[in-house]
């Protein structure tokens, strides 16, 4: 059974930091895109990163540029969402998702994912 499953979510006063994964089973990670979503109460859901096949492309929205850095490790079928100076406003649920994409060197969060986690809760308040 293919399946992303998100870990790492907390609460954090702001400024603080939290490292989410992602870990696939079922399938590898290699052939993927991976993104990372988020979902607060009462609002859209909103791209946050990709990285592409290589690892070697990252892209963010403008609001996390600077603070979240997401990374992947092919051998552990793992990526990982470093957040750093979180802010009241990226509270939500995170979700990661994976694309299936020939092309090795790029990503982008418009993408129509094929799999979806379940996601996991980030609150930053004080």
């Known amino acids: 059974q293919l399946q992303l499953v998100e870990s790492g979510g907390g609460s954090v006063q702001p400024g603080g930091s939290l490292r989410l994964s992602c870990a696939a089973s079922g399938f590898t990670l290699d052939d993927y895109v991976i993104a990372w979503f988020r979902q607060a109460p009462g609002k859209e859901r909103e791209g946050v990163s990709c990285v592409s096949r290589s690892g070697g492309t990252t892209n963010y929205v403008d609001s996390v540029k600077g603070r979240f850095t997401m990374s992947r490790d092919n051998a552990k079928n793992t990526v990982y969402l470093q957040m750093n100076s979180l802010k009241p406003e990226d509270t939500a649920v995170y979700l990661c998702?994976?694309?299936?994409?020939?092309?090795?060197?790029?990503?982008?969060?418009?993408?129509?994912?094929?799999?979806w986690g379940q996601g996991t809760q980030v609150t930053v308040s004080s």
């Open positions: 998702a994976a694309k299936r994409r020939f092309t090795w060197a790029w990503c982008d969060v418009s993408y129509e994912y094929d799999y």
